[in-house]
């Protein structure tokens, strides 16, 4: 093992460019994978630790199965079970607050952005947990307007006990008092503000209501806690859960979507790395028959030639895994810092450091060692086999993958033929496997068709190159290993599809989009929380602030936004209210199943409108009746259409009248809200009318609907440029591989360059030839990857179209890009063996063996 391990050392250190060039690959797949996979987990944890404030430590929570608050007359049936010490009610509520709410300074980051709101019964909350003060005193029972808070948030707030704050309410600002300072708050979550129950109840428009229920038992014995725990359970039935929600669960579904999406990339890249790997060692194998002949010769086991090869292969694995996995730190960490701003403006989140977890790591060290070794498994056996005598023969190229040739073609085609029916028949089912059977296709015949294909772009490099004579001999030399630049073809062409078929993805979701975006907030006037979507830390209005609206000279609609959690099997649903009647003349939803008639279902009974995300999680359709978790247990809601809006359309989202909602789940605050003005009104006076009132209620921005969707799109094309900035790194491994192929293409023409100088050729026409190879290597690529990006493409619209409406749009942008790309990236990859090729010494040359 020892004499294999130098071996494999010293050849990787002898020719340190391909060693590079080939660990790049696989360090470019890991970088991808660790990177991206590192992201998601810190926005779901700062999206939970944003809804969280620290607590005590206690045996049981009880909360509502809907996720929300639920009536405090509860407490009594808890109270009535056997075996519990101490029993805490308390509601607790996330205030996101408006930018410069307390810094008053649009220059400077606000540093409180977000609150943790605790009610609790001042006697009971202190049998479950302490309060240790730093000043003042502990609240009491009747005590109003008043509150304990830390003394980090005191020197935020730049107050002392006996002094004053505001916070936002459901009437508007409230000021409390500060009647005792805590100790200061070095744990996870928001700075908490701690109230009366009774006060808290006030100030989230939620009279009787609780959001939780503390418990500690009386017993420290298994089995006699897990009885308790049962008999609390049968005291309040299934419309109630022991143990914590976790905020921001209603997005957990999207992030592993997106998770999915980035793994996607990320084993495209190792696979990409793949291609690059096995046909180094391919190639390798080739250019050292005659040094692993010798080895035979002198005594070498077959066993040393292949664990000499494969210990190469699992050394680059492993230097490349180990830089992947630093460098993907490294990315994760500027992805977060450039996602950050965007972050805080919409949805008030404040994101961390990435979260690197013993699973990111095990498994991309996993993948990345192991998709290496594999690589180089089969050349490695074919080393194994060289004998002595096969080192005294000349090299014969292709002579095997040649008679092969015809059986691959034939089976890729008829695979190319199954992919093409399973898009003609409209099947997801059969369309998203058929996206894998299209790519194996196209690998299948791409050795059969690199010839034909470089002939024909031959051909017009020939008649460019006419003077110099070059063109034909460049084509030639590319198609004399059709492997090998088949191989490579197929590197290029998955990264150049990826870029197809995002920019199919692209130009249909901007055209959707920009038409939601218009059809959704398109109103006069927007009142916008501080965090979008993430309703549940949004503390919305009372009624009155809506009809002060509508009471405003000029105002034509004032459509509200009401919302409440719920759950169905297990999953979290956001549950939206709205107006049946005014909704849509504010506002509007996208219909993909059903149409607006399904508005007046809303009103007639216990019916709503899903959007696609609720039906792929709970696995619902059209017709269906649900059992929604309601604060007063389950309640039969039937499915009378399905359509999406902008803001909800990732987070598991289903839409009732606004009176369902106050029946069901007690709801009658306003999150968001929307306002036309009549026709022919005074814009500038209703407008100055419109900003005095929502003055008062400071947890609104009240902005213009046309600006707003405007600013809207110009982020979307922000967003989506860096999307083709990401995607187009994928391509990367494209350029390696055509690097690596042009370098060991002249590596092994060594002596033929020397007699082509020999004999009069110039240093510019050899490096104009090597850079025609690449050129010709580069279209083949191309030419595959734009076919496969179209089929990708039409696929992922398809498939999303499941949660998102989307029509297909021709990607005219993602192919320009990708011929651009591949084009230059094939000249890119000429530059170092071109010269390399160019400078070469004639007599060296033609000594090389």
């Known amino acids: 093992m020892k004499l294999q391990l130098t071996l494999a050392f010293r050849y990787l ?53 809907s996720g929300d608050a639920f009536p405090q007359d509860i407490l009594a049936k808890v109270q009535a079970v056997e075996g519990l010490r101490a029993i805490s009610p308390s ?15 649009p220059g400077k980051t606000d540093a409180i952005r977000a609150l943790g709101l605790v009610g609790i019964d001042p006697y009971l ?64 979550g928001n700075e ?38 049962t008999r609390i359970t049968a005291a309040l039935g299934d419309g109630y859960k022991i143990g914590s929600p976790i905020p ?87 992805a977060i810092r450039l996602a950050e701003p965007l972050m805080n403006q919409f949805i008030n989140l404040k994101l961390g450091n990435p979260v690197v977890t013993p699973s990111i790591v095990g498994v991309s060290i996993f993948l990345g060692v192991g998709v290496t070794v594999l690589a180089g498994l089969i050349p490695a056996f074919n080393a194994s086999k060289v004998t002595p005598l096969d080192a005294l023969r000349p090299s014969v190229a292709d002579v095997e993958f040649v008679r092969r040739t015809g059986r691959r073609f034939v089976a890729g085609v008829v695979l190319i033929v199954l992919a093409v029916l399973a898009i003609i028949s409209g099947n997801v089912a059969l369309i998203a496997p058929g996206s894998i059977i299209f790519l194996v296709g196209l690998v299948l015949v791409a050795p059969a068709l690199v010839s034909p294909i470089a002939k024909v772009f031959g051909a017009f490099l020939t008649w460019v190159y006419a003077r110099q004579g070059i063109g034909e001999l460049a084509e030639s030399n590319l198609t004399r290993q059709p492997s090998r630049a088949a191989i490579t073809a197929s590197s290029t062409m998955l990264a150049l599809a990826i870029i197809v078929a995002a920019g199919g993805l692209v130009s249909s979701l901007t055209i959707t989009m920009s038409d939601l975006l218009s059809k959704n907030l398109g109103s006069d006037y927007l009142f916008i929380p501080p965090s979008i979507s993430v309703w549940s830390t949004d503390l919305g209005a009372g009624q009155g602030f809506a009809d002060q609206l509508r009471a405003v000279n000029g105002v034509a609609d004032v459509s509200t936004l009401r919302f409440a959690s719920s759950a169905l099997n297990g999953t ?75 803001l909800d359309q990732k987070v598991t989202t289903a839409f009732i009248s606004q009176t369902n909602l106050q029946a069901d789940f007690g709801k009658t605050e306003d999150v968001f809200l929307q306002l036309n003005l009549k026709p022919g009104a005074d814009d500038q006076a209703a407008g100055a009318q419109i900003k005095a009132i929502a003055a008062n209620y400071p947890q609104f921005r009240v902005v213009a609907g046309h600006a707003y969707v405007a600013q809207m799109k110009s982020l979307m094309k922000v967003a989506f440029a860096g999307m083709y900035f990401i995607l187009a790194l994928l391509a990367l491994p494209s350029l390696i591989a055509m690097l690596n192929t042009l370098a060991i293409g002249v590596i092994e023409r060594t002596r033929e360059i020397g007699m082509l100088r020999a004999v009069g050729t110039t240093r510019k026409q050899v490096y104009n030839m090597v850079l025609v190879e690449a050129i010709l290597l580069a279209a083949v690529g191309t030419a595959f990857g734009l076919l496969a990006g179209l089929y990708l493409g039409y696929i992922f619209v398809i498939s999303m179209a499941v949660i998102f409406p989307l029509g297909y749009t021709f990607p005219l942008t993602g192919i320009l890009a990708a011929i651009a790309i591949g084009l230059l990236f094939g000249v890119i990859a000429a530059l170092i063996p071109a010269r390399q090729a160019a400078s070469m010494d004639i007599v060296k040359a033609l000594r090389y063996e």
Do not use: C, W
């Open 125 to 188: 909350a202190k049998t479950v947990r302490a309060f240790p003060l730093m000043a003042g005193r502990y609240l009491e029972e009747g005590d109003t307007a008043s509150a304990l808070i830390s003394q980090t948030l005191a020197d935020s707030l730049s107050v002392k006990v006996g002094d004053k704050f505001t916070i936002p309410s459901v009437t508007g600002t409230t000021e409390l008092s500060v009647v005792g300072l805590l100790i200061p708050n070095i744990g996870p």
């Open 572 to 646: 979290s649903v956001s549950i939206l209210g709205i107006d049946p009647v005014v909704y849509p003349k504010v506002s509007g939803l996208h219909f993909m199943q059903g149409n607006a008639s399904a508005y007046r279902s809303l009103a007639a009974g216990r019916n709503m409108i899903a959007n696609g995300a609720f039906l792929a999680a709970t696995g619902t359709k059209l017709g269906d009746t649900v059992e929604l978790a309601t604060p007063n247990g389950k309640a039969p809601y039937t499915i009378v259409a399905v359509a999406t809006d902008l």
């Open 13 to 65: 250190n002898g020719r340190k460019l391909r060693t590079f060039l080939t660990t790049l690959a696989i360090m470019f797949g890991v970088l991808v994978i660790s990177g991206m996979n590192s992201i998601l987990p810190t926005m779901l944890t700062s999206l939970q630790a944003n809804a969280m404030a620290a607590g005590g430590n206690v045996d049981v929570t009880i909360t509502s199965a």
């Open 192 to 229: 908490e503000v701690v109230v009366t129950l009774p006060e808290a109840q006030i100030l989230t428009g939620q009279p009787g209501k609780i959001t939780k229920i503390d418990v500690n038992l009386n017993t420290t014995d298994v089995a006699a806690r897990e009885q308790t725990i």
């Open 91 to 105: 509601l607790n509520r996330t205030i996101n607050l408006p930018a410069d709410f307390y810094d008053h300074n």
């Open 248 to 334: 921001g669960e209603e997005f957990a579904g999207t992030f592993k979507i997106a998770q999915a999406a980035f793994n996607l990339f990320g084993v495209l890249a190792l696979f990409m790395g793949a291609f690059i790997i096995f046909n180094t060692f391919r190639t390798v194998v080739t250019e050292r028959r005659r040094d692993i002949g010798m080895l035979r010769a002198i005594g070498a086991s077959r066993r040393t030639i292949l664990g000499m090869i494969l210990f190469e292969s699992l050394l680059q694995g492993i230097i490349g895994s180990v830089a992947g996995l630093l460098l993907g730190y490294l990315f994760g960490l500027g």
